[in-house]
């Protein structure tokens, strides 16, 4: 492409030099001109030689004209723009400088073809060939907030142009997915020639087949482990009369050990969302699982009620698009909530599938984070919709890691408790557990009465928790600790 350029730019400037040498009538399109100022002209005098002879004062003007160097057409009103718009079209800002650039030469490496699509399979598919230094960005570079895989990206894409977009920007594919929560192929791009993501994602604005694009975030547990479990007390629910029984949950964490005795009979399904990593750790999600529905010595919250649990956090951390296969497998199993004991970066890929499971009628419970009092909001509690949770002791006092802000929805349980673990049980700290008290007792609520709605749900928790802290709802226990008992109580 860019020796057909270099070929029709020369082509233009040969074309301009004929113009040049030829009668200057192409070049003197000025009305206001007299015949004998084009005479000159075209007899091959310069300009400055006509105007002086025109002028009646030897002044070098016209009367009433301005200079004929001011009026002329000169050869730049020829330029036009040797280089098509991207795909999508629309007017394109300058192109952004390039880091990979030499400082003294201003030359490029060369540039690295997406893998799995040649040149001529791109040309043939319809997809322009282009170097990815030749790109213009449709938006300034984007500056990514939070930890982030740094040589990918997520795109959320319409119909089959998956490898048509990888051949264009210089991408390669490494894994594509349809979607049911965004509605969409989610595709998994690698940027195999260093560029940075926010540059990626400026320059995939212009393509009008990408629908959103986002970092591949990195998201967290939010765990903080260090006698009889307090929550049934402290959320007002009889631990006798507590059940969840059948009602439908799904679980994204890490992976489990399915034969810790409090978990037995209580895991319908599992799938891993990240199957090429080895599981190395079960202790998390073991005990989420068992907070929530656990039974025997290490009872739970809603004994009876049915884990669909997702594995997709290895090491404590996970990455966005794993996240959202599993939200995705959640969906699909028709559970009524979703426990996300997680905190990381805002993602509009994850606030779409929040925002959509919501509209499914599903409830989702999140980690408000533990990251301190000076921390960044946390994610996917953040976002509207989602029931953020952050953690109180045995005394209602709030835990000192916890997150604050105004996205904080309610308080649970979740310092120093008893839990089960893959090594049999442990004491565990952190909103994250606090998160799964709150889904147990959710499910409390659900198998008394099936048809409750998610906002149904969400208004009878904020209207009936007990107030701690400042009056009314504040940036450190959101509406305050949950009151299961006034829950239930609540009128439509």
């Not at 925002?355 to 409830?363: D, F, P, Q, S, Y």
Request: proline fraction near 7%; glycine fraction near 10%.
């Amino acid at each position: 492409m860019a020796a057909r350029a270099v070929i029709r730019f020369a082509a233009l400037l040969v074309a301009a030099m004929i113009i040049g040498a030829a009668p200057a009538l192409a070049q003197t399109n000025d009305p206001n001109l007299t015949q004998m100022e084009i005479d000159c002209l075209n007899r091959g005098a310069t300009a400055a030689d006509c105007i002086k002879r025109d002028t009646e004062d030897g002044s070098g003007e016209r009367p009433g004209a301005g200079s004929a160097a001011t009026n002329a057409v000169f050869l730049p009103a020829l330029i036009v723009d040797l280089f098509p718009n991207p795909v999508g079209g629309g007017q394109a800002p300058l192109p952004t400088p390039d880091p990979r650039r030499d400082p003294a030469s201003g030359a490029l490496p060369p540039p690295v073809p997406p893998a799995g699509a040649t040149a001529i399979q791109a040309a043939a598919a319809g997809g322009p060939i282009v170097s990815p230094s030749d790109l213009v960005a449709a938006e300034p570079p984007r500056a990514v907030v939070g930890d982030f895989v740094p040589d990918e990206v997520l795109v959320t894409v319409e119909g089959d142009a998956v490898q048509q977009i990888a051949a264009s920007f210089g991408l390669e594919v490494r894994s594509q997915r349809q979607s049911q929560l965004l509605g969409a192929a989610l595709v998994r791009f690698g940027i195999p020639d260093g560029r940075p993501v926010g540059v990626v994602l400026a320059q995939l604005a212009a393509d009008g087949r990408t629908l959103r694009r986002e970092p591949n975030h990195v998201y967290a547990l939010q765990q903080a482990a260090t006698i009889v479990n307090y929550a049934f007390e402290r959320i007002a629910l009889d631990a006798k009369e507590a059940s969840g029984e059948n009602v439908r949950i799904a679980v994204i964490d890490t992976a489990i050990d399915d034969t810790n005795p409090a978990l037995s009979g209580v895991i319908a399904d599992q799938f891993d969302a990240m199957p090429d990593v080895p599981i190395e750790a079960r202790d998390h999600g073991t005990s989420i699982d068992g907070l929530i529905a656990g039974v025997g010595a290490l009872k739970g919250m809603a004994p009876g009620a049915r884990i669909y649990h997702a594995r997709a956090f290895e090491g404590g951390k996970s990455t966005m698009d794993v996240i959202l296969a599993a939200l995705d497998w959640a969906a699909e199993q028709d559970v009524r909530i979703i426990n996300m004991s997680f905190v990381g970066p805002k993602n509009d890929l994850l606030g779409v599938a929040c925002r959509n499971a919501r509209a499914l009628g599903i409830v989702l419970v999140a980690a408000a984070g533990n990251n301190g009092p000076k921390a960044p909001y946390g994610y996917p509690a953040a976002f509207d919709g989602v029931i953020a949770v952050t953690a109180t002791d045995a005394k209602d006092g709030l835990m000192q890691q916890a997150n604050r802000g105004a996205y904080v929805f309610l308080s649970a349980p979740g310092v120093e408790m008893v839990a089960p673990s893959g090594a049999g049980s442990d004491v565990v700290t952190g909103t994250s557990f606090a998160a799964a008290i709150v889904t147990g007792a959710i499910a409390n609520l659900l198998h008394a009465a099936p048809d409750r709605s998610a906002d149904w749900v969400e208004k009878a928790l904020a209207a009936t928790a007990r107030d701690l802290g400042p009056k009314g709802r504040d940036n450190d226990f959101g509406y305050g600790l949950l009151n299961i008992e006034a829950a239930e109580a609540a009128k439509e």
